[in-house]
């Protein structure tokens, strides 16, 4: 069974950055894709970056440039550097995974993926 452990979350100033991760473990082989949603208080959950050794690196129009999404494969990893946060990036934060590779559109929907982890808190103050 694959499991998703995310770390790296907290409290940070409006303008500063953090940096979550995402190791997956309990598979005999490498993650293709792995991903980063986020959800708010009262919201739906939204996509939010995704990375594929197939089709490359994909990001939702709201942290452009502001986010990078890396990753370690040898360690099955993902990272999400997040820099110039704002209130509105306040949400936990789910890492998600899949062992194929998807054509990058279909990526920012939750339903592509087949596993999930907990989620990590992020709160951004004003």
């Known amino acids: 069974q694959v499991q998703l452990v995310e770390t790296g979350g907290g409290l940070v100033q409006a303008g500063g950055s953090l940096r979550l991760s995402c190791a997956a473990s309990g598979s005999t082989f490498s993650m293709n894709t792995m991903g980063w949603f986020r959800q708010a208080p009262g919201k739906e959950r939204e996509f939010v970056a995704a990375i594929s050794w197939t089709y490359g690196n994909t990001y939702a129009d709201s942290v452009k440039g502001r986010f990078t999404i890396s990753r370690d494969g040898a360690e099955n990893t993902v990272y999400l550097q997040m820099n110039s946060l704002k209130p509105e990036d306040t949400a936990v934060y789910y890492c998600?995974?899949?062992?194929?590779?998807?054509?990058?559109?279909?990526?920012?929907?939750?339903?592509?993926?087949?596993?999930w982890g907990q989620g990590t808190q992020v709160t951004v103050s004003s």
């Open positions: 998600a995974a899949l062992a194929v590779g998807r054509a990058l559109s279909t990526l920012n929907r939750s339903n592509a993926y087949d596993y």
